[in-house]
């Protein structure tokens, strides 16, 4: 098991990620759906991208496939996820009022609707971000990131004043906080956060000491981690999807070749759950099989 999941509480399994209650019952790790996007005619990703490719790497071959114009995007109309949509956007505006309270400064990034180039959108939600942090606000909210390949939005970022560790705008830097419903950080958070801080670093010079995820339920509360313990496993990852969808990887295809969709934890959350569905039942794949586990399909498929 690697350190980076034993940090999160999380147990990693081929496949799927668990984390582990109080009460050591396993719990799914749910991400976002990634929908790799064209941005002035170029690819664009964003965190919930490179979650999805740790999930799922067929996920991304269909997104790529998608982008090519090979297969249309589903759809996915899920009311229980906008429940927890909006419950997030709850929880999320609770941290912005409790920081509010304690007196310290925010300011807001929004992306501008007036101006109708996607690119443009960003670029000046991104520079509005820098500027707020050229400016020393103690708090900036939704801040955007964007660097014509990489987009992020992080819920906060803190004001740190230290001497020993100055950005380029002076004795301050900045640090990542995130808000989450989850009882306990997960893997897929901390990864999310992790690409975030790659881009927040390149803009400030310098690498924040820590991260921060705000939870959910009753007991709640911040979470604060050392960005270090997780920067090596990041940057895998990070390599690992770059080279899935770098200009070295396979053309796109549909379907996608030789990726297979694999039955995992996200596919309760993905948009294509339908179509990797009928391709199961098509090929009348093990995993309809009730109960049978991964290892026993695996041992039944190689014999």
Same mark, same amino acid.
Request: glycine share 8%.
């Given at each position: 098991?690697?350190?980076?999941?034993?940090?999160?509480?999380?147990?990693?399994?081929?496949?799927?990620?668990?984390?582990?209650?109080?009460?050591?019952?396993?719990?799914?790790?749910?991400?976002?759906?990634?929908?790799?996007?064209?941005?002035?005619? +170029?690819?664009?990703?964003?965190?919930?991208?490179?979650?999805?490719?740790?999930?799922?790497?067929?996920?991304?071959?269909?997104?790529?496939?998608?982008?090519?114009?090979?297969?249309?995007?589903?759809?996915?109309?899920?009311?229980?996820?906008?429940?927890?949509?909006?419950?997030?956007?709850?929880?999320?505006?609770?941290?912005?009022?409790?920081?509010?309270?304690?007196?310290?400064?925010?300011?807001?990034?929004?992306?501008?609707?007036?101006?109708?180039?996607?690119?443009?959108?960003?670029?000046?939600?991104?520079?509005?971000?820098?500027?707020?942090?050229?400016?020393?606000?103690?708090?900036?909210?939704?801040?955007?990131?964007?660097?014509?390949?990489?987009?992020?939005?992080?819920?906060?970022?803190?004001?740190?004043?230290?001497?020993?560790?100055? #950005?380029?705008?002076?004795?301050?830097?900045?640090?990542?906080?995130?808000?989450?419903?989850?009882?306990?950080?997960?893997?897929?958070?901390?990864?999310?956060?992790?690409?975030?801080?790659?881009?927040?670093?390149?803009?400030?010079?310098?690498?924040?000491?820590?991260?921060?995820?705000?939870?959910?339920?009753?007991?709640?509360?911040?979470?604060?981690?050392?960005?270090?313990?997780?920067?090596?496993?990041?940057?895998?990852?990070?390599?690992?999807?770059?080279?899935?969808?770098?200009?070295?990887?396979?053309?796109? #295809?549909?379907?996608?070749?030789? #990726?297979?969709?694999?039955?995992?934890?996200?596919?309760?959350?993905?948009?294509?759950?339908?179509?990797?569905? +009928?391709?199961? +039942?098509?090929?009348?794949?093990?995993?309809?099989?009730?109960?049978?586990?991964? +290892?026993?399909?695996?041992?039944?498929?190689?014999?």
């Amino acid at each position: 098991m690697s350190l980076f999941w034993r940090k999160c509480g999380l147990v990693q399994y081929p496949g799927r990620t668990i984390g582990l209650r109080r009460d050591d019952r396993p719990v799914a790790s749910v991400t976002h759906n990634a929908v790799v996007q064209l941005i002035d005619g +170029r690819p664009v990703y964003s965190a919930s991208d490179l979650v999805g490719f740790l999930a799922c790497e067929h996920l991304t071959a269909l997104e790529r496939a998608a982008l090519a114009g090979l297969v249309e995007r589903p759809h996915l109309d899920d009311p229980e996820l906008d429940v927890l949509r909006r419950r997030g956007e709850q929880h999320e505006e609770r941290y912005l009022e409790t920081l509010e309270a304690e007196g310290r400064s925010v300011i807001r990034i929004a992306l501008d609707g007036s101006i109708s180039d996607h690119g443009e959108q960003l670029r000046a939600a991104a520079a509005e971000t820098e500027h707020a942090m050229a400016t020393g606000a103690d708090v900036i909210y939704q801040a955007t990131f964007f660097d014509g390949t990489w987009r992020g939005h992080a819920d906060f970022l803190l004001r740190v004043d230290a001497s020993d560790r100055p #950005s380029r705008w002076g004795e301050y830097h900045y640090e990542v906080a995130d808000t989450k419903l989850a009882r306990h950080v997960k893997a897929g958070a901390v990864l999310q956060i992790c690409t975030y801080i790659d881009m927040l670093t390149a803009i400030q010079g310098i690498e924040p000491s820590h991260l921060h995820v705000v939870l959910g339920g009753s007991a709640g509360g911040l979470r604060t981690l050392r960005v270090a313990d997780y920067m090596a496993y990041y940057r895998l990852a990070r390599s690992r999807f770059d080279a899935a969808v770098g200009s070295t990887a396979p053309a796109a #295809s549909y379907p996608p070749a030789p #990726s297979y969709p694999e039955p995992v934890e996200h596919c309760e959350v993905c948009r294509w759950r339908l179509v990797c569905d +009928r391709r199961w +039942r098509d090929d009348d794949h093990l995993s309809l099989v009730a109960g049978i586990s991964r +290892r026993q399909r695996r041992a039944l498929e190689a014999r």
